[in-house]
C-alpha cells in the first residue's frame, strides 16, 4: 500500500512538524509505506484555480500518477481542499492527519487527530463517496462565506502571535467587527432569487467552521446540497449577543437569520464582497457555488 502524505509546514502556525514526525515513525514501526511531501503555495489553488508546480494540488495529481493508493492531507482546511482538488476525476481516496488552526471538516465527518488514530484510519478504515462544491476558482469540502466571514478569515490567515484555534477567531470577529456594516447580497439558488442586506452568507456542504462554530447544524456531505446561512441586518451588539448561539447551533432560530438550501448558488450585488472557502480567501462576488455529489473517496473509520 502505497500511501502519500502531502504537508503544509506552516499548517498549525508551523507546529505541525512534530505530529507529522509522530506519523513518521508509527508508520515505520508498522511496516507502513509512507512518502511525505511537503507542499508550496499554500492557497494558490483556491485564489486561481491552476495547479501550481509544487502546490498540494499539483502534488496529489502526481501522486494519483504515480500509483498511490491513498493520498493523505496533512494540514487544515485549506491544504484539504487543495488536495481534494488534484483527486477529482481519479478514484483514489483523500486521508486527512488534521494540523490546521480550527481542523473544522474531521469534525463532521469523524476523523481522528491524534496521529495513531489517523495511521489506522488510513491503513484499516473504508472509503466514503462524500460531495464536493465548485467554487469560481476551485473547489471545497467545509464551508464557503461571503462579507463579514470572510474579512475575519483574512484577519486570522495573517496570524495572531500568541492565539490560534477559535480564540483567533473570535479576536479577529472583535477586531472585523468594529467597521461592519451590512452589504447588499443578491442569491440565485436553483434558479430561485432573494436579495438580503446582510452581514454574512455562509454555504456549508459541511457543519462547522470558525473553530468549533456549528454554523449549519444539519449539512451533510452526503446530500447533494449546500446549507446556506444569512446573517441579516443585525446592530454590532446583537451579533456579539448572538455569538454564543453559533457555537450551540442554535442560531437559526433567530429571527434574522435565514436558512436555505440548495445545489448551484450565484451571489453578486452592488458592490464586489469577500470570499472564502475553507478558510482562504479565494476572491471577490460576483461568483457561482455548485455541487458535485458524491465526487470524492474519502476514507473515514470502519464501522464495527
Known amino acids: 500500500m502505497k500511501i502519500v502524505v502531502l504537508s503544509n509546514p506552516a499548517s498549525g502556525r508551523g507546529r505541525a ?27 494558490e489553488a483556491a485564489r486561481t484555480g491552476e495547479l501550481a508546480p509544487g502546490s498540494a494540488g499539483a502534488l496529489a495529481r502526481a501522486a494519483v500518477e504515480s500509483g498511490a493508493d491513498l493520498v493523505v492531507a496533512a494540514g487544515g482546511d485549506g491544504t484539504i481542499g487543495e488536495v481534494v482538488h488534484g483527486l477529482l476525476g481519479s478514484s483514489i481516496p483523500l ?12 469534525r463532521t465527518v469523524g476523523l481522528p487527530i491524534d496521529p495513531e488514530a489517523a495511521l489506522q484510519v488510513w491503513t484499516h478504515g473504508e472509503d466514503r463517496r462524500i ?13 464557503a462565506g461571503c462579507g463579514f ?7 486570522v490567515n495573517q496570524g495572531y502571535r500568541w492565539v490560534s ?31 438580503f442586506e446582510m452581514m454574512l452568507c455562509a454555504l456549508a456542504n459541511a457543519r462547522f467552521y470558525g ?6 447544524p444539519s449539512a451533510s456531505v452526503e446530500d447533494g446540497l ?43 450585488g452592488p458592490e464586489p464582497l469577500p470570499l472564502l472557502a475553507d478558510g482562504e480567501t479565494i476572491g471577490m462576488t460576483p461568483a457561482v457555488f455548485e455541487v458535485l455529489p458524491r465526487a470524492l473517496a474519502l476514507r473515514v473509520p470502519r464501522l464495527t
Open 131 to 143: 460531495d464536493v462544491v465548485q467554487g469560481p476558482h476551485g473547489c471545497f469540502l467545509n464551508v
Open 211 to 216: 473553530g468549533g462554530m456549528v454554523i449549519a
Open 165 to 195: 484555534g477559535t480564540a483567533a477567531y473570535l479576536l479577529a470577529v472583535l477586531e472585523t467587527l468594529r467597521k461592519a456594516r451590512p452589504k447588499r447580497l443578491h442569491l440565485v439558488i436553483d434558479g430561485q432569487e432573494h436579495t
Open 149 to 155: 466571514d470572510a474579512e475575519v478569515a483574512l484577519r
Open 95 to 106: 486521508g486527512i492527519l488534521p494540523l490546521g488552526t480550527g481542523n473544522d471538516f474531521v
Open 226 to 268: 449546500m446549507d446556506l446561512v444569512v446573517v441579516g441586518n443585525v446592530s454590532r451588539w446583537e451579533f456579539l449577543r448572538a455569538l454564543p448561539r453559533v457555537f450551540r447551533g442554535t442560531h437559526l432560530q433567530h429571527p434574522k437569520v435565514t436558512y436555505l438550501q440548495g445545489r448551484r448558488v450565484e451571489l453578486t
Open 17 to 43: 512538524q512534530h505530529r507529522l514526525e509522530v506519523v513518521r515513525s508509527l508508520a515505520g514501526q508498522q511496516g507502513v509505506d509512507l512518502h511525505i511531501q511537503f507542499t508550496e503555495r499554500p492557497g
